[in-house]
């Protein structure tokens, strides 16, 4: 740092900075000449803040990544049963007042850093100026806007009251310790204790919102909670009582039946769609309404700003991307694999069983061949018995199968024996063997051929007791079968009954006759399933088969209605060929959920995380964001606007230089994490100088341009995103609940740090290190009197009358707003005037 440049009375009184010396000539300027300079200086400034609003969001986004980094643990549930849960590693009010602060307050933090090392660890004005004036800024003039933006006839409450009461008190208290340490306990001098306690008041700071968000006041007890964005966080919970840990799994229970509720609400809309569209959109919904981090309506904020696009406009293409890798997922899961055409070749029957009637004669059954087809292929096949006799009931046979290069499919025929004897079914079987080239015999490679005896009207039932639909089936065909004959056209009767599964809920009822014509084997009852979409579903009900009826005059239907000594042989024979029921002739089907809709949901609900849309994963997408421009407005089909590319050119410098920041998918975003704070510190000296040149060319003390330019530059951004949280977000947390936590840290990092090690500094060298506490202690005065109205405001208006922070009457929101705005403008101008000496200080 260079010394003063002279002393004459039209001298400027400007030092060289750590990065930019003074602009020379220094002396004998005009003042419209300093007035041009002063221009240029601010102009540089703004262009200066655009960068460090554009590199601290390259930052944030390294924290997200970050803080959004999730790790697996099992869980029993209460039935014992054990599932594995993907929980967040970061605790949210952890990330919120460290990392977050951090990315949101870096500038103003490594300024007051910066410049204690440029002026050789002597105390500065425009670092704590900065910090104070911002903290200022926050919580008067973005608590006022998010009061006034809320639309008409809606309020925003904060959620987690006693992480804000926390906050608010150390926010408060930040301002009196440094008041107390600057003219009070050692007026003038900060010891090097002060300034270290000052730093170790972070983590109290830290620490005590973890215990009130965790609200751990007895016993602690680790377990797992769902957050609002659908991802398990985990979680110390009180134990004041048996019940109190938070349980998981309920938490997830809201998230899914949020989900599910959408989807239902969609599928009325568009009645048209297949389940996998109404799946995308339900998500996209959900990235759209659910609560979103203050990283991302910080970069929200600033893209629009800068002609880089809405960050919801991604959403549509995440939803799309998030379903196809679930989608992907559960095919892996469900050990479902794609059909390989380079695998070797394999034959098989298809099908693997036949049914057929004892006079029916000849039939063929089919041979298929799929995988690798080029080559020629022979296989041997042949009959072997069961209950069925070669000779007796079919025609003993064996051959060989000639695959040519490229044909998949060959048949060859077999032969049954018909004859007037009244036998029950019977079966072969016929197997593949012997490929040439060996190793080609796929399966099933044993085919088994029913004989269905003719000459009785049939026995009549379903192939199984139990049936399990999932609800998604929509329409099921449930098979009677008609074994031992098919002579006659026969009527079954049916009917369905409820179980715990009810008609035109879970199902719709049917009712009515089966007609299986003469040789007709098989027939089906159609039943129709109710998709309700439900997350967890298990009911049952009934269908019964009533007795069957030969239709038409028969003699077994005559021989009945005589008495059995008056019937003659024939007549008997004829009843034991009667058609009749068998043994399964009630079915019990069971509806459960839908696998695939539950782990569908399952999934999505973990990803159902707007805020993983601000991370990039390689270098190429951030430059062909950086040269692309991008409508501001959230609408897809409309074109960027004017504003939008003007504001794309004015800030290409900075897209394109910051898009040499490593994305944040490399190392899990710490490598951007590094190199974006070090780029934040370089931009910020630059800042620094800048300003200190600006002041001094314009007769503006360094307090004052801390307060009133600097301040505000660095907490536009904030503004914005705060202004977008507080509309879209349920709750006022994300808007104004982290502006006390954000103050708070302000001053333990930026003035705690900068303040240690400028103490240890003159400690080491046997000095004191000085602190002039007037311009200081006065604003810091004039906010911890401004934030205790603000405060007992906010708290006011949680009253039935408003219902909240933010909001509320149209009358009562501008009072606020206007209040609170009056607060900051006195803020400033008492300020002012008590650094020229116009109003008396400390």
Known sequence: MGEPHNNSSTLIQCTDGLVIPCWLPLQDLTTMERICRGLVYFIALVYLFIG??????????????????????????????????VVRVWNETVANLTLMALGSSAPEILLSVIEIYAKHFEAGDLGPGTIVGSAAYNLFIIIAICVSVIP???????????????????????????????????????????????????????????MADRKMYKYIRKGYRMNRRGVIVQAEALELGSNDLMDAEDAHEEIKTEYITTLKELRAQHPTCDLESLERMAHEL?????????????????????????????????????????KAELQRESGAAEFNPSASSKVIFEPATYTVLESCGRFDVRVLRHGDVDGPLMIDYCTEDGTATAGADYIATKGTLHFAPGEKEKSFSLEVIDDDVFEADEHFYVRLRNSQPPGMIGSPNLATIIIMDDDHGGIFKFTKQNFELVESVGTY??????????????????????????????YDSVEGHLVFENNESEKSIILTIIKEDSYEKDVLFYVQLGEPQMCGASLAASAEKKRPEDRTEQEKVALLGKPRLGEITRAQIRIKESKEFKNTVDKLVQRANASLLIGTSSW??????????????ESDEKAPSYMDYFMHCLTFFWKVAFAFVPPTGLFRGYLCFVISIVVIGIVTAVIGDVASHFGATLGI???????????????????????????????????????????????????????????????YHGNAFKVNPGNLAFSVTMFCIGAGITIIVLLLRRSKSIGGELGGPVVAKYITSGFLFLLWVMYLVLSSLEVYGVVKGF
């Not at 090097?192 to 919102?209: D, G, K, N, S």
């Not at 991302?296 to 600033?302: E, H, V």
């Not at 190429?620 to 407005?633: C, R």
């Not at 341009?705 to 202004?723: C, E, N, Q, R, Y």
């Open 286 to 326: 959900l990235l759209n309404r659910g609560p979103k981090s203050r990283a991302f309506y910080r970069i929200q904020a600033t893209r629009k700003l800068m002609g880089s696009g809405d960050l919801l406009r991604r959403i549509s293409e995440r939803a799309q991307s998030d379903l196809s890798e679930v």
């Open 52 to 85: 460090v609003s554009i590199i601290s969001d390259r930052f944030m986004a390294a924290i997200e990544v970050i803080t959004s980094q999730e790790r697996e643990v099992k869980v029993r549930k209460s039935n014992g049963e054990r599932h594995i849960l």
């Open 620 to 633: 190429k997408e951030q430059f062909v964001e950086a040269v692309n421009v991008s409508a501001s407005d």
């Open 152 to 210: 008409k006839g809606e309020t925003r409450r904060i959620k987690h009251l006693s992480v804000f009461f926390v906050t608010a008190t150390w926010s408060v208290f930040a301002y009196i310790w440094l008041y107390a340490i600057l003219a009070i306990i050692t007026p003038g001098i900060v010891e090097v204790w002060e300034a270290l306690l000052t730093f170790i008041f972070f983590p109290a700071t830290v620490l005590t919102a973890y």
């Open 477 to 506: 065909e449930l098979n009677v079968n008609r074994c031992s004959g098919a002579r006659g056209r026969v009527l079954v009767p049916y009917w369905t009954e409820d179980g715990t599964a009810k008609n035109g809920k879970e």
């Open 701 to 763: 003390k360094d307090s004052v341009t801390a307060i009133v330019f600097v301040a505000l530059g660095t907490s536009i951004p904030d503004t914005f995103a705060s202004k977008v949280a507080a509309i879209q977000d349920k709750y006022a947390d994300a808007s104004i609940g982290n502006v006390t936590g954000s103050n708070a840290v302000n001053v333990f990092l930026g003035i705690g740090v900068a303040w240690s090690l400028a103490a240890i500094y003159h400690n």
